[in-house]
């Protein structure tokens, strides 16, 4: 999450200003990059839809838009299931971990 906000700077330039509320957008992109993945092409566009899709299949119950750093955990999560990187299993240990101890009063 540390490296999506350093991109904040670079959203006035873009016009699209980046926020803690919507850096999830990034964490697909994040880990293309770690995980040495081109973020371009098909490969990359099923990573980022599965993520985003994510994101909204569970906003509502999670209450996502008000923990902006569960959304970033649950995109990057799901980045890295949507790349075989992870199972199904060891991603639900990890979100519901991150969920109970996440604390963004």
């Given at each position: 999450?540390?490296?999506?906000?350093?991109?904040?700077?670079?959203?006035?330039?873009?016009?699209?200003?980046?926020?803690?509320?919507?850096?999830?957008?990034?964490?697909?992109?994040?880990?293309?990059?770690?995980?040495?993945?081109?973020?371009?092409?098909?490969?990359?566009?099923?990573?980022?839809?599965?993520?985003?899709a994510?994101?909204?299949?569970?906003?509502?119950?999670?209450?996502?838009?008000?923990?902006?750093?569960?959304?970033?955990?649950?995109?990057?999560v799901?980045?890295?299931?949507?790349?075989?990187?992870?199972?199904?299993?060891?991603?639900?240990?990890?979100?519901?971990?991150?969920?109970?101890?996440?604390?963004?009063?």
């Amino acid at each position: 999450m540390l490296d999506a906000c350093d991109t904040e700077p670079f959203g006035i330039l873009t016009g699209h200003p980046i926020t803690s509320d919507n850096l999830f957008h990034l964490a697909p992109l994040i880990c293309l990059k770690f995980r040495g993945r081109k973020t371009r092409g098909p490969e990359a566009k099923r990573v980022i839809e599965t993520a985003l899709a994510n994101y909204v299949a569970n906003s509502d119950k999670h209450g996502l838009e008000s923990r902006p750093m569960l959304a970033f955990v649950l995109c990057y999560v799901g980045a890295h299931l949507a790349l075989d990187l992870l199972n199904e299993q060891d991603a639900d240990v990890i979100l519901t971990y991150c969920e109970e101890h996440l604390d963004e009063d």
